[in-house]
């Protein structure tokens, strides 16, 4: 007999933070813009001050930066951005898979940030007759900044809806099992081809420690998955690092700072270091240019020998399995 479930059109909605539409300076203002506006990502003691220095300084400045950054990156993997075509891979991925067991699904990929928006995969899932929409973002440690920026996208695209449809948010996956077996096996596969490093560095996107004070689960949910996949991995204490990267502005963020780190690390004689990055799923800006390029230099500039990236999980078959797992225990 078939199930109601069987019957309904779900959707399945993988979102992630988003990325600009090209490596140029107009693309990075409109991109910075939306997301240093956003006020999960940007909480402002002051907000007309903070308003001034986005608008008169930063979007003056950073995008011209930022776009040699991004161009250094671009078509790298896919084409176009990195995060934009990994998140196509990691959806096709998911729904060859899902579709040959439910007929009924429905997929498609939104952005918080730039596109595709979040509020055009809605309309198109809309549009499909969906009641009831899966959406898992695709950030396993739960933060204001971006969980809940996330949520908050969907209900502002909602509010506006006669009729809507029934949620599952998925919010957070920093302890499953196969989140972390997808990430100890990557690094076992890296080591075989590497060797094994003088320590382990688990790095995380950092957020201003402001928001962790006043009750952000995130900083613990990095802990957490660190310490696990350290077990995973059958490590010591003294044999991995636990720290923040992506610093922003000028007040104190998460601790300690992964380029800070790295600047000494070879003065204590560590001079074989691998780098992985749990919180990231798709490879983007933050790993292929900021610890790949920029991270590495300072490591080698300061008498690191060897320093290698472990790739994220994008789309691997064994991340693939996970998601459709996660997605499954929603349908
Ligand atoms: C300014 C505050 C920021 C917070 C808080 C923040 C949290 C946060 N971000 C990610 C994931 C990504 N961030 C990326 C880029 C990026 N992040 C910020 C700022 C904050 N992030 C900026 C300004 C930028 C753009 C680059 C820059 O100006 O330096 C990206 C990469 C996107 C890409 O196109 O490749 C990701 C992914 C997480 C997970 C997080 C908090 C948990
Ligand atoms: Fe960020
Ligand atoms: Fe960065």
Known sequence: MLALYDLMKIGILLTNLGTPDAPTKAALRRFLSEFLSDPRVIDPPNKLIWWLALNVVILNIRPKRLAKNYAKIWNKIGIGSPLLSITKLQLEGVKKILLEQHENLVFEMGMRYGNPSISSALDKLRAKGCEKIIVLPLYPQYSNTTTLSTLDAINQTLDSWV?????????????????????????????????????????????????????????????????????????????????????????????????????????????????????????????????????????????????????????????????????????
Not at 239 to 265: A, H, N, V
Request: hydrophobic residues 35%; charged residues 25%.
């Open 163 to 331: 009729q809507k449809p029934e949620i599952a948010f998925i919010e957070h996956y920093y302890d499953n099992n196969g989140y972390l077996q997808s990430l100890t096996n990557s690094v076992l596969e890296h080591q075989t081809k590497h060797g094994k490093p003088d320590k382990l560095m688990i790095s995380f996107h950092g957020i201003p420690q402001r928001y962790v004070d006043n009750g952000d689960v995130y900083y613990d949910h990095c802990v957490s998955t660190a310490k696990l996949l350290a077990k995973k991995l059958d490590l010591d204490e003294s044999d991995y690092l636990f720290s923040f990267q992506s610093i922003f502005g000028r007040e104190p963020w998460t601790k300690p700072q992964t380029k800070e780190r790295l600047k000494t690390l070879a003065g204590d004689g560590v001079v074989h270091i691998q780098v992985i990055c749990p919180g990231f799923l798709a490879d983007c800006l933050e790993t292929l240019e900021e610890i790949e390029c920029e991270n590495r230099n300072y490591f080698i500039q300061a008498g690191g020998r060897q320093f290698s990236y472990i790739s994220a999980l994008n789309d691997r078959d064994d991340h693939i399995k996970m998601l459709i797992d996660l997605i499954s225990t929603h349908l």
